[in-house]
């Protein structure tokens, strides 16, 4: 069995015998599978009438249970400023998510789901979930075991790194 990696990897050695394309083995399959599973799960989201970032806002503003302020929301998602912005437009457009000014600063501002918004994330998690339960079915369940272990030390050593 080969996939697109092997097949990259077998191009390079017939190009540049000798390069150690090791890593790509691992970090290729990485981004790939980052890439497919994006795009599949973009499928599932459209069909609920959701963008993946607006999905983002709204599950992170779920899981945290309180209003935070756009600064938070951005650095958690890893999205500049202006893109945030940008995304929380068209969920406060739809009343999905309020904007308050800060009370513990004037200037700033807190974003907090609706109870709209709420009913939206939790039928829209549900279905992402069991999509992504089916992607797994391929796996025996101590394979999976065993890749959330090495995954989470690859990014916690990588989450490590990016804040020094």
Known sequence: ????????QAQWAQIQPGLDTEPAGIIGRIARLAQLIET???????????TRSEFDILSLLTRSGRPMTPTEISANMLCSAAGT?????????????????????GR??????????????IPVLRAVLEFEARLLEALPADDC???????????TSLEGASSR
């Open 108 to 121: 700033g501002a807190l974003i907090q789901l609706t109870a709209a918004g709420e009913a939206k994330t």
């Open 85 to 105: 912005t940008k995304r929380m437009k068209k969920l406060l457009d739809a009343g999905l998510i309020t904007r308050e000014t800060n009370p513990s600063d």
């Open 40 to 50: 599949r799960t973009d499928r599932v989201l459209e069909e609920l009438d959701v």
């Open 145 to 155: 075991e065993r890749l959330t272990l090495q995954l989470r030390a690859l990014l």
């Open 1 to 8: 069995m080969t996939d697109y990696i092997d097949k990259a």
